[in-house]
């Protein structure tokens, strides 16, 4: 049974920085493919950031150049360091997933249709 459980959000002004975690396990497959995603009240879900598990990774317009995304070597836990925040960044932030390989990662990872797992999300709210 696939579990994502993610950590990191919080209340930050203009300027700062959080980073998220996202702890994975159950894969049944050595090989992933995982993405970050937000959604405002109001707004259209977005994908801004995907990594695969050979460390390709992609970015929304938005975000690159402020994000990273990474997996740490035992590769149990998604991150995102999240730089330069902007209120345009407050939002409710989740983890997806889907196990075993695919051509389409990272290329694909801003599609939440493209992933089969998702966390529970992390709030993250960026004041002026």
């Known amino acids: 049974q696939v579990q994502l459980v993610e950590s990191g959000g919080g209340s930050v002004q203009a300027g700062g920085s959080l980073r998220l975690s996202c702890t994975f396990s159950g894969f049944i497959y050595s090989a992933f493919c995982m993405g970050w995603f937000r959604q405002a009240p109001g707004k259209e879900r977005e994908g801004v950031a995907g990594?695969?598990?050979?460390?390709?990774?992609r970015y929304s317009d938005s975000v690159k150049g402020r994000f990273t995304v990474s997996t740490d070597n035992a590769k149990t836990t998604l991150y995102l360091q999240m730089d330069s925040l902007e209120p345009e960044d407050s939002a409710m932030y989740y983890c997806a997933a889907r196990d075993g390989f695919s051509s389409f990662c990272p290329r694909r990872t801003d599609e939440a249709s493209f992933f089969v797992f998702w966390g529970q999300g992390t709030q993250v709210t960026v004041s002026s």
């Open positions: 990594i695969s598990s050979d460390g390709a990774t």
